[in-house]
């Protein structure tokens, strides 16, 4: 007993020593680590946002596609998106790219391609997504001008002009 | 019954004995070492202390002041939890003059330096039994280099590197001929040689190369140090058997009061070098590299060395007496100071590299050893730390003018003042003490806030583990006028010298993931588009991916038993910690660890027909279990064509007819 309360406390002075620590000194590595747990509650049913969670609030499109950002796409697809999307409709890993630019804002493509874990994590259609899917679709670590290819290749793979 | 009694009574005495010697070692510990070392859930240590795993032949890396083991770098040795020396492209570093070498006895690190101050870029480690260094990537925790040493008997003073890494060193502990000679054992005065090679370090790449050797008069380099500051410029070594015994060291080697430091000037080797008075050698040794960008070593053979010769070349080599089997050689932050510690002496000399300077201006010198000048030992001395302890080994120092000595004979640590030489406090340790550590404790500006013993004898201090026990490290807080002990943690192998830097100055640059684009391996497959089988005679290469979850081709027709077939995946993760394993069934070899954007080669010979499912090892998602394959293998000569794919693609059963 006695020593479990020696744990207790000792832990909480530690914890305590902890929360003031760092004053000030320079602060060492351990004071910076980021507080684990802050995970933020979010309301599934709250509005959602049809342009996603990322940069991406405004993605201009082309008219005609653009080649070069169409071939980029393609060669970024082969790569990195291949693997477990098809071309087709046909659902593989994750869903089949046919009709993805009528059924996602452009905006939407993009931040879930460059911030696939926030999305994953709140964002209610990719959320949805991952209940069918069952798998959590890699970060694949695109920039931002890979991410506008891919979806400039969407957008051709769905006959847009 | 009486059977039982005896052994109740013999259990009592234990616990009697333990619960004893439990109070002496608990009194050590005060209050509030718990708070010093707990390290919350989700918080990061400190420190990184890396750790030489000894006869493990790697090096493992702990996190100060928490004791956790962070991660084991395969360096010398196989690893086959991440295929080191297993997969087709890590074994050619492994590759020496006496083939593949898949041990070695690692024994010293040493972090990279700039203007005398760790800088993170790299670790180097030493290879004892077949004499080689490695250096290690502190971005990716990868070996990227191993490169063999000629004309050595046993790397053990290495790789103490120069304040800006211009040359990392490799003194030999066993004395041996040149070359490859066939000579007597006996004759060990006219033959034998101890070289010390200084290999020079390329600032931008790492990449080592061995400038020049020092052949030296045989006898044992122990330890090694360089200069720094006004000593910038020098190499000191621990020397014993300047006897040149060549049996029954114990006694043999043990004759003389002093032993030397030896004192090298490597500048003016440098001059020499330079002025082409070197002697250029035959002789062959590997020199293994690893490249990030194809995922793979490859293994050169070098066939020349540069001889110095200091009994021919003046003003290069000096010899300074110090009693009595010197082991440490530690120089101190100012640069001023050099500490030997003689194993079998009852104190601590103190050299003055001011003095030591005066004394070969003046050229005071009581002699010459096989050519080589002999300083005055009073002439270098700064001063004697008089009855320190038994047994003195190692040497750091906390910036704030203090040392620290590791006392294997009488396990403890002792803190003394470097001025004055006086101790200033003195801690056990639990038990036999080796090296020791402060964090920057070798470089200009340490973080005098912990010193970690490595001890060599465990004994009592962990539950018991049968006959082999793990060696324990303990942590002691200097920040204090009193070392207090806060903390012990087992380690792997047998930790010898270590070393530890502020987290702050490695842990932003770690490498998350290759970038698959950047992927220049000869069999990568970019995607699955590229995957593809090929047969060339009996050798089979399979360019195969792996993502969450799934390994394609997964399903593969038309090898033969004996075939030799090549696994060449590439993971096509581009997210941190998703690595991939492989493994295929009965496959005489470990798995492979494939790290995002990475691609590896598991080499398998089937020896028979049947199925052989391959998998995943590495639990990468929830699917992790489906991500699996089949290898069909039929018997030599039989018509089954070679088919793959996975999903569509794979290969259907021809209908029958």
Known sequence: MNRKNMVVLMLSMSAFIYSCGGGGEEKSVRDQTPDPGKNEYVDPNKDVNPKGIGKFTNVELTHPLDVNMVKGGESVYDVKCSSCHKLTDEKLVGPGWKGVTDRRQPEWVMNFVTNVDEMLDKDAEAKAMMEVCMVRMPNQNLTDAEARNILEFMRKNDGKN | MKHYKLMLCALGAVIAGQSCKMKDTGNVVQGDAASKVYVAPGKYDEFYNFVSGGFSGQVSVYGIPSGRLLKVIPVFSVNPENGYGFSEETKPMLNTTAGFVPWDDEHHLALSQTNGEHDGRWIFANANNTPRVARINLGTFKTDEILEIPNSGGNHSSPFITENTEYVI????????????????????????????????????GNMKIAFQIALPGMSLDLSRAGKGPSHGWFFFSTYNTEQANTLLEVNASQKDKDFIVAVNWKKAEEYVKAG????????????????????????????????????????????????????????????????????????????????????????????????????????????????????????????????????????????????????????????????????????????????????????????????????????????????LILDFPTIGEPHYAQAIDAKVIKDRSVKIFDINKNKHQYVAMGEKETKVVRNGNRVDIYMTAIRSHLTPDNIEGVFVGDEVYFHVTNLEQDWDVPHGFAIKHAANAELLIMPGETSTLKFVPDRTGIYPFYCTDFCSALHQEMQGYLRVSPKGSNVPLKYGIGDTAPKAVAAK
Request: glycine share 8%.
């Open chain 2, 277 to 484: 008075k070197g002697t250029k050698m035959k002789t062959r040794y590997y020199h293994n590299k690893w490249n990030e960008e194809t995922h793979s070593a490859t293994s050169e053979l070098e066939q020349e060395v540069l001889v110095l010769d200091p009994a021919e070349l003046k003003d290069m080599v000096y010899m300074i007496p110090c009693p009595k089997s010197p082991h440490g050689c530690d120089v101190d932050p100012s640069g001023e100071y050099i500490v030997g510690s003689g194993k079998l002496a009852a104190l601590i000399p103190v050299f003055s590299f001011n003095k030591l300077m005066k004394a070969i201006n003046d050229k005071t010198f009581e002699g010459e050893y096989q050519g080589i000048p002999v300083v005055k030992y009073e002439a270098a001395l700064h001063g004697e730390v008089q009855k320190p302890g038994l047994g003195p080994l190692h040497t750091e120092f906390d910036g704030k003018g203090n040392a620290y000595t590791s006392f294997f004979l009488s396990s403890e640590v002792v803190k003394w003042s470097i001025k004055d030489v006086k101790v200033l406090d003195r801690v056990p340790t639990y038990y036999s003490i080796g090296h020791l550590c402060v964090p920057g404790g070798d470089t200009r500006k340490p973080y005098g806030k912990y010193v970690i013993a490595y001890n060599k004898i465990t004994k009592d201090r962990y539950l018991p583990t049968g006959p082999e026990l793990a060696q324990s490290a303990q942590l002691y807080d200097i920040s204090g006028d009193k070392m207090q």
């Open chain 2, 170 to 205: 490799a003194g030999t502990r066993f004395s041996v001929p040149l070359g490859e000679a066939d000579v007597p054992i006996s004759s060990f005065k006219e033959n034998f040689k101890s070289v010390a090679s200084f290999i020079n370090v390329d600032q931008g790449t």
